[in-house]
């Protein structure tokens, strides 16, 4: 019976959705700065399914005031006028304009990654084409590496980096469950807090880390915006923004989040 008990705990709710923010401060340590990264994550642990929605930076929204801008000045504009506000009003604007629940947030520092990737000793990325000046195939990346991978901006547009953000983090993922890495994971957990802040509860962390051993990496649904899911055009201000095809978007979030 108490295995049971402690089973259900694992498995239950059936549903996690969690906002993955990459914040690209301008001062290193500093969380003020737009969401350049922003990925809808959802975690199943029963079925098992871990699902990645990558949400373009440059998405024309309704925020939670009632203005449209681009979706990743939710955080910015929150963060600047109250420290700390900057993950709800993104999670707010994710909840506004595609309908689905958000649990919980992730804070990536930009900045910090440099560090908690070399100190898993590197990661193994896989390019299913060339890409940011590597050919296609597997590479292994240190720290500086694969955040110029992830900041790259050079001959691509918005939805072509959301493809190489999942790409890393999918990699990422890997090289935390490759049991060969796990010697390093001492050293990668003392640098979390300089790399992210959540408010995802220690309780939730057992039923995350089963949906994804489950799953694995290469199981991990990992989907971005397709270029007919938008519409690029240019706001009376002069801002090249996308707007989104909700005909084309909400059967990707029926699908991938019940909703």
């Known amino acids: 019976m108490l295995l049971c008990l402690l089973l259900a705990a694992l498995l239950w709710p059936g549903r996690t959705n969690i906002l993955l923010l990459g914040v690209d401060s301008r001062e290193p340590g ?25 949400i373009p930076r440059d998405l024309w929204v309704t925020l939670s005031d009632g203005s449209q801008d681009r979706i990743n000045t939710a955080h ?13 009003a993104a999670m707010d604007a994710v909840r506004q304009n ?3 629940d958000v649990d919980y947030y992730v804070r990536i520092r930009f900045d910090g990654l440099v560090s908690l990737v070399d100190a ?3 990661v193994e990325v896989t390019l299913p084409s060339a890409m940011s000046g590597y050919t296609a195939g597997t590479h292994h990346l240190n720290g500086t590496q694969a955040l110029a991978l992830v900041r790259d ?34 050293a990668a957990l003392e640098l979390l807090p300089l790399v992210l802040d959540t408010d995802i509860p220690p309780t939730q962390w057992p039923r995350l880390a089963i949906a994804l051993l ?4 290469e199981g991990i649904d990992g989907r971005a915006f397709s270029h007919e899911m938008v519409a690029p055009f240019t706001t009376e201000g002069g801002a090249a923004v996308l707007a989104p095809n909700w005909e084309l978007i909400n059967p990707v979030l029926l ?4 909703q």
């Not at 969380?31 to 699902?51: E, H, K, S």
């Not at 910015?76 to 709800?88: D, H, I, L, R, V």
């Open 30 to 54: 500093s969380n003020l700065g737009r969401t350049d990264t922003m990925i809808l994550a959802t975690f199943q642990p029963l079925q098992p399914y871990v699902g990645m929605l990558a």
């Open 120 to 122: 898993l000793g590197g």
């Open 76 to 88: 910015f504009y929150a963060e600047a006028q109250t420290p700390g506000a900057g993950p709800a």
């Open 153 to 186: 901006r050079a001959n691509s547009d918005d939805l072509y980096r959301n493809a190489r953000g999942q790409i890393f983090i999918k990699a990422l993922l890997a090289e935390v469950l490759r049991a060969g890495s796990w010697g390093q994971l001492p």
């Open 255 to 258: 699908e991938m989040f019940g």
């Open 214 to 217: 489950r799953t694995g990496a």
């Open 98 to 100: 595609f309908g689905v």
